[in-house]
């Protein structure tokens, strides 16, 4: 019975040895920003918020707009990094609704190139995007003159 065991564990670890990280592009993002609320320094860091004006998601699954009433509720951290709390209501193109939550980092180098990156995660009842309820997802950012760029990539 024990080399039962020892040769399951050998074989799963041969099969999570095997795995490799595979994505596929789930939307491209741009949103535009109002004007910034600053709330000031807070015992965590400094607080901003940056709330949405508007935008749009356009993908291979999916298109549609993203409203107002969404924010980066950022926190900085330090002189070069502040963390992202992004929440927004997208509209698909068939007036159904997705809930975005997002977490993630905005970094800048030395060297004046930036890492900003996110991890969404979608909530919604729209008929045939269910399974977004359960996905994992990646946001690879971009700052504009007017807002943000993410491109937003589905874990397989």
Do not use: C
Request: charged share 20%; aromatic share 12%.
């Amino acid at each position: 019975m024990r080399s039962l065991y020892v040769l399951l564990f050998m074989v799963s670890l041969q099969m999570v040895a095997s795995q490799e990280l595979n994505y596929e592009l789930l939307f491209e993002v741009e949103a535009q920003l109002k004007t910034s609320i600053e709330i000031g320094k807070l015992p965590m860091g400094e607080r901003t918020i940056f709330p949405f004006d508007k935008g749009t998601f356009k993908g291979p699954k999916m298109k549609g707009t993203i409203g107002a009433s969404g924010a980066d509720w950022s926190l900085k951290i330090n002189e070069t990094t502040s963390i992202l709390d992004i929440r927004g209501l997208y509209t698909l193109d068939s007036g159904e609704h997705i809930y975005v939550q997002a977490k993630g980092y905005l970094h800048f180098n030395q060297d004046g190139t930036y890492y900003l990156r996110s991890t969404p995660i979608f909530e919604t009842t729209a008929k045939g995007f269910e399974w977004l309820n359960h996905t994992v997802s990646v946001g690879v950012g971009e700052l504009s003159d007017t807002g943000v760029k993410f491109r937003i990539y589905e874990i397989k």
